[in-house]
Nanobody, 121 residues
């Protein structure tokens, strides 16, 4: 199983970025895929998740209305569209997948490499 994350970068506050997570080797119809982030000196936290089958989504309150998670079932890719970015969104963002993926780090079975998002004020 491989999760290939991309799309991070440096952006000014109020700007936008789109993260991508390309999945391979998964029986995608049985998995949820999502994003976690880890800021310097802080624990990794859940950001958003989506079910491949049906597309139901979940996002943390602090990003609702600003971030959108979506999936392309043909490309086996999950996207995190991040708008109205704030300095507190600065973190390494990790793509994760699991049959029982939840807001808890321990419920993720697979992890992609991180991609750094830096939001300047």
């Amino acid at each position: 199983v491989q999760l290939q994350a991309s799309g991070g970068g440096l952006v000014q506050a109020g700007g936008s970025l789109r993260l991508s997570c390309a999945a391979s080797g998964l029986a995608v119809s049985t998995y949820r895929t999502g994003w976690f982030r880890q800021a310097p000196g802080k624990e990794r936290e859940f950001v958003a998740a989506i079910s491949w089958n049906g597309g139901s989504t979940e996002l943390i309150d602090s990003v609702k209305g600003r971030f959108t998670i979506s999936r392309d079932v043909v490309k086996y890719t999950v996207y995190l569209q991040m708008n109205s970015l704030k300095p507190e969104d600065t973190a390494v963002y990790y793509c994760a997948a699991g049959v029982l993926l939840s807001t808890k780090v321990r419920d993720s079975q697979y992890w992609g490499q991180g991609t750094l998002v830096t939001v300047s004020s």
